[in-house]
């Protein structure tokens, strides 16, 4: 719907002025000033800058360390998103049923949502910790945490635990506009619930599954942070140290700053990447209501 | 379609199941937080909860200066959230009811800012931040979030819904725009006023890196922090301590997140269409 506008010359400029006087200070030219360092190098102490073309980013990519990092990183990303999505579409499937009691069921399993990432990692923290984790008392298996494969496992599913909430609200809201008469007309002529769900019900929610893709993919990416540093702060021995926790190491505690500009940027071309994968995918193959 | 008896049955059975793995985390950690050091230490691990309660909450809140932090996040997520709000609703109201030069590049551009999160210019946001003299200071943790592309888009698809006859009448009144801006179109937009603070309180109050770096000292610390500096000093695995600081700092997002439920769930509604 097109809305009727007002007369006014200056009016919208000054409306906009707030909004955008942060964004180029705050957004916009930071942005921009970390990819022009990523072509430095800078002094610790003294913030000298020297242009090194390519150096940092040579540097990084034969870092052997970093890109341990890159390849967890990739891996945590795709479980936590394809983890994450599967768990909340099935909770939301049920969710949807029209039976008593929904609303509670509803609020206990969304809720999550308004816990942090440090949050998560305490709990996690707690149910895995070797002196006696309640997890570790039921399987007979202690070492969770101390172990590396264990620990990248328990990661991802505090990860993924933590964003249930966040992906189930956006899951009912699609389940909301799926046609229950098409549903009913499939199920007379003789469609299973399987059949059903995948040519129907799945084609609806296909839309919020590709937006829920790009922000669980940013989550990973860049709010796994809390979580890391609650829980296992990288290891052990790196086995943790995603992308987010090495960017944070190497500008806050080593001081390599165009180094971390370096690792921002490939950061950045990563989200850019995803992001234009999406757009691309969505119009094509995306059946929109 | 109806459902059998038995299909019923089996969906109130999954749901229970996956409520208790949701919620098992937490309500240990309420048990725990009631707990002795002993006790949460105990193996086979101790279920039931014990009457250490009111101990383990003054010993967390006094041990990291919780209140302080408490206050810091408070202050800090507020402040954000009315910020942003005030912002993307003006900004929002530019965009839907007027025509202007360069609006389509100034849309594009509050899009472009959603590719860019803080990790993405950390490192000069840093330098900026710094320049300002913010850093330990609130406005360091305040300011740099005030622009919202989520709170404008949302705003913008609740002004669209608006009937355009209410702008048109206005005018013939001789409403002036930011008369009918506060007296018409806000009043209109109070749900989803709520649905963004909800969002924008919790995402700030759960923010963990840029606090982290932006403050170095106790009395600028967040709570987010506190959890990590309570484990830190509870060395010893005092874990009843450690829960009761966790469920300390669960509160205040959790009280929001279930006074505002169904504002946050129409704003959800809104935010997901294309």
């Known amino acids: ?289 | 379609m109806k459902r059998t008896k038995i299909q019923v049955l089996s969906i109130h059975a999954l749901l229970i199941l996956a409520v208790f793995i949701i919620c098992l985390p937490v309500i240990l950690s309420l048990s725990i937080s009631t707990q002795s050091e002993t006790q949460a230490l105990s193996f086979p691990p101790r279920l039931v909860p014990s009457s250490h309660m009111v101990s383990n909450y003054k010993t967390a809140w006094n041990t990291v200066h919780l209140g302080r932090m408490m206050f810091n996040s408070a202050f800090i997520a507020i402040s954000v959230t009315i910020g942003k709000v005030i912002m993307s609703l003006l900004a929002a109201f530019a965009f839907t009811h007027f025509e202007f030069k360069g609006k389509n590049i100034l849309f594009f551009l509050i899009l472009i800012s959603l590719l860019l999160p803080v990790p993405v210019r950390i490192v000069a946001l840093f330098n900026v931040v710094g320049k300002l003299g913010w850093l330990n200071h609130y406005a360091g943790l305040i300011v740099p979030f005030w622009a919202s592309a989520t709170g404008t888009f949302l705003f913008i698809q609740r002004f669209k819904t608006v009937p355009s006859e209410l702008v048109d009448a206005s005018q013939m009144d001789g409403c002036r725009p930011m008369q009918y801006f506060f007296r018409i179109l806000l009043p209109l937009t109070k749900s989803t006023i709520g649905a963004l603070s909800v969002i924008e309180f919790i995402y700030i109050w759960n923010q963990y890196l840029w606090p982290l770096m932006a403050t170095n000292s106790d009395n600028m610390r967040v709570v987010q922090i506190g959890i990590k500096m309570l484990m830190n000093a509870e060395s010893s695995n005092n874990w009843g301590v450690i829960m009761a600081g966790v469920v300390i700092t669960m509160i205040p997002p959790l009280l929001v997140f279930f006074i505002m439920q169904d504002s946050f769930m129409k704003g959800f509604a809104l935010q997901s269409e294309k």
């Open chain 1, 1 to 289: 719907m097109k809305q009727s506008t007002f007369k006014a010359d200056v009016l919208p400029y000054v409306l906009l002025l707030p909004t955008f006087i942060i964004l180029i200070v705050f957004l916009f030219y930071p942005a921009l000033e970390t990819f022009r360092l990523s072509l430095f190098t800078v002094h610790p102490f003294t913030g000298a800058e020297r242009f090194a073309g390519l150096y940092n980013f040579k540097n990084i990519f034969s870092n052997t360390e970093y890109m341990h990092s890159f390849g967890i990183s990739f891996i945590f990303t795709v479980a936590v998103v394809l983890l994450g999505l599967a768990f909340s579409m099935m909770i939301a499937l049920l969710l949807n049923e029209r039976i008593k009691g929904m609303k509670y069921y509803r609020s206990f399993l969304i809720w999550p949502y308004a816990l942090s990432p440090a949050i998560a990692g305490a709990l996690f923290n707690f149910l895995f910790n070797p002196a006696n984790g309640i997890i570790g008392y039921f399987t007979g298996f202690r070492t969770w945490l101390t172990q590396g494969s264990t620990a990248f496992l328990i990661i991802i599913l505090a990860a993924v635990w933590k964003n249930l909430g966040y992906n189930i609200v956006f899951y009912l809201t699609a389940l909301r506009n799926v046609p229950r008469d098409a549903l009913e007309a499939a199920s007379i002529d003789g469609a299973g619930p399987l059949r059903r769900f995948f040519s129907i019900t799945f084609a609806f929610l296909s839309p919020t599954t590709f937006f829920l893709l790009v922000m669980n993919t940013t989550y990973a990416y860049f709010s796994s942070f809390g979580l890391i540093d609650v829980l296992t702060e990288g290891g052990p021995a790196r086995s943790t140290n995603l992308l987010i926790y090495q960017l944070y190491r190497d500008f806050f505690v080593n001081s390599k700053t165009g180094y971390a500009a370096a690792e921002s940027l490939v950061l950045f071309l990563l989200v850019v990447g995803i992001t234009v994968l999406q757009f691309q995918t969505t119009e094509k193959k995306v059946h929109y209501q």
